[in-house]
Nanobody, 112 residues
């Protein structure tokens, strides 16, 4: 069973940037779809971005133009580049591969 470990979170001021990584313990070549989600304090987990076959990407409206999802099959890693961060982006960020257990997530805190 593939396991996921998210990293790269931290405390950043509004307008700053962070790059999140999601390292899988096994090959991600067989996964046609990968995604990032987040859960803000007191809220439900929500979709942030996905990447699928042919490097087709999809984003929630509030992060379009600021976030970029990518994958590196050789490193079995999925990334989320986050620019122009806002306090509303504060959340625990999780990556998701179909059929794989959720990781522990990585905390992102954006101060105003």
């Amino acid at each position: 069973q593939v396991q996921l470990v998210e990293s790269g979170g931290g405390l950043v001021q509004a307008g700053g940037s962070l790059r999140l990584s999601c390292a899988a313990s096994g090959s991600i070549l067989s996964f046609n779809y990968m995604a990032w989600h987040r859960r803000a304090p007191g809220k439900m987990r929500e979709f942030v971005a996905s990447i699928s076959t042919g490097n087709y990407t999809n984003y929630r409206d509030s992060v379009k133009g600021r976030f970029t999802i990518s994958r590196d099959n050789a490193k079995n890693t999925v990334y989320l580049q986050m620019n122009s961060l806002k306090p509303d982006d504060t959340a625990v960020y999780y990556c998701n591969l179909p059929g794989v257990n959720w990781g522990q997530g990585t905390q992102v805190t954006v101060s105003s």
